[in-house]
């Protein structure tokens, strides 16, 4: 028998999860800019990022970034469990 996952709990993970990563990203960006960027550059397959990077950080912009991407996540993880849910049966 599988076991059912908890929609709020596995959505609260993600989101917990993704702010940790958020602000660690975030982090890095603020205290070497280039590598950072280079790093991000290699998810995007080739796509230089490079050329429309800001220079510099603002905190209204890591918040709001922050805000919208928990979000983002808590939806995500509610979908996933809920689908696990779903197909495990």
Do not use: E
Request: glycine residues 8%.
């Amino acid at each position: 028998m599988v076991q059912k996952l908890s929609v709020k709990g596995v959505a609260l993970a993600f989101a917990i999860v993704w702010a940790g990563w958020y602000a660690a990203c975030a982090l890095l960006f603020l205290v070497a800019p280039s590598f950072a960027l280079s790093l991000v550059n290699y998810f995007f397959h080739g796509i230089d990022l490079t050329i429309i990077a800001k220079t510099g950080m603002d905190i209204g912009s890591v918040v709001i970034g922050l805000v919208v991407s928990v979000i983002f996540a808590y939806a995500s993880g509610a979908v996933f469990a809920a689908l696990y849910n779903k197909l495990s049966k």
